[in-house]
């Protein structure tokens, strides 16, 4: 019985300096852990919207801003393209994490039903806030037609407008907007477009073509995220 009682104090003493030395090192991994989230921007891409202009209208204001731009045909479903695209150029940026988007739009979907009369901002807001943002992206599809023809030879040329928000969940407060209004014309129609002509591979390019190209362009004025 003697014999054991020095050995419990011998183990009670190893497992408190084990403690000791290993807590230390257990909070200062937490604390990394804080720093790297912190360093991370969580975004959530709000479904895109489609917006149509009203009867014997040609323009249409955005949802948001409320500023004007020329509308036209919409192909069913194109707004999921642009979000799509838009989506995967901000993976570009460094210190992102893009919130999965079947989880946005549930959460959406949910807020959208509960607050039907709140404009579109606080709704994406409130989203938004669910789900731990700290930036949300608000996007509005004005125009997507379709080429008609092939790619050297087109009837009608692709024709798309778009505008894009990124939003601080926070306060509201718009942190960039992007707008991109473009119909494809050859260089005989104008020869300004040569550059843009070029970009599209000397071709008459399809709307997904020329969407990817618009967000591409735009985002050339954003510089990206700091925390």
């Given at each position: 019985?003697?014999?054991?009682?020095?050995?419990?104090?011998?183990?009670c003493?190893?497992?408190?300096?084990?403690?000791?030395?290993?807590?230390?090192?257990?909070?200062?991994a937490?604390?990394?852990?804080?720093?790297?989230?912190?360093?991370?921007?969580?975004?959530?891409?709000?479904?895109?919207?489609t917006?149509v202009?009203e009867?014997d209208?040609?323009?249409?204001q955005?949802p948001i801003?409320?500023?004007v731009n020329?509308?036209?045909?919409?192909?069913?479903?194109?707004e999921?393209?642009?979000e799509?695209?838009?989506?995967?150029?901000l993976?570009?940026?460094?210190?992102?994490?893009?919130?999965?988007?079947?989880?946005v739009?549930?959460v959406?979907?949910?807020?959208?039903?509960?607050?039907?009369?709140?404009?579109?901002?606080?709704?994406f807001?409130k989203?938004?806030s669910e789900?731990?943002?700290d930036?949300?992206?608000?996007?509005?599809?004005?125009?997507y037609?379709?080429?008609?023809g092939?790619?050297?030879?087109?009837?009608?040329?692709?024709?798309v407008?778009?505008?894009i928000?990124l939003?601080?969940?926070k306060?509201?407060?718009?942190?960039?907007?992007?707008?991109?209004?473009?119909?494809?014309?050859?260089?005989?129609?104008?020869?300004?477009?040569?550059?843009?002509?070029f970009?599209?591979?000397?071709?008459w390019?399809?709307?997904?073509q020329l969407?990817?190209l618009?967000?591409?362009d735009?985002?050339?004025?954003?510089?990206?995220?700091?925390r």
């Amino acid at each position: 019985m003697q014999n054991i009682l020095p050995i419990k104090k011998i183990v009670c003493a190893v497992l408190l300096l084990g403690f000791f030395i290993l807590a230390p090192l257990t909070l200062q991994a937490q604390d990394e852990a804080k720093i790297v989230d912190k360093n991370v921007t969580r975004i959530a891409v709000m479904p895109f919207q489609t917006v149509v202009p009203e009867e014997d209208s040609s323009t249409v204001q955005c949802p948001i801003c409320g500023s004007v731009n020329s509308s036209g045909a919409i192909v069913k479903g194109s707004e999921k393209i642009l979000e799509g695209i838009v989506t995967d150029k901000l993976r570009d940026f460094k210190g992102v994490e893009i919130i999965p988007q079947e989880r946005v739009a549930g959460v959406y979907r949910r807020v959208s039903a509960d607050f039907l009369k709140q404009p579109l901002l606080q709704v994406f807001q409130k989203a938004a806030s669910e789900l731990h943002a700290d930036v949300m992206v608000a996007g509005f599809l004005y125009r997507y037609r379709e080429r008609v023809g092939y790619d050297y030879s087109a009837e009608r040329p692709a024709a798309v407008a778009f505008e894009i928000h990124l939003i601080a969940v926070k306060d509201g407060s718009t942190i960039w907007r992007g707008i991109f209004d473009k119909t494809q014309k050859s260089l005989m129609e104008d020869v300004f477009q040569v550059s843009s002509f070029f970009k599209g591979g000397a071709k008459w390019v399809t709307a997904r073509q020329l969407t990817k190209l618009g967000v591409d362009d735009v985002f050339k004025t954003f510089s990206g995220f700091e925390r």
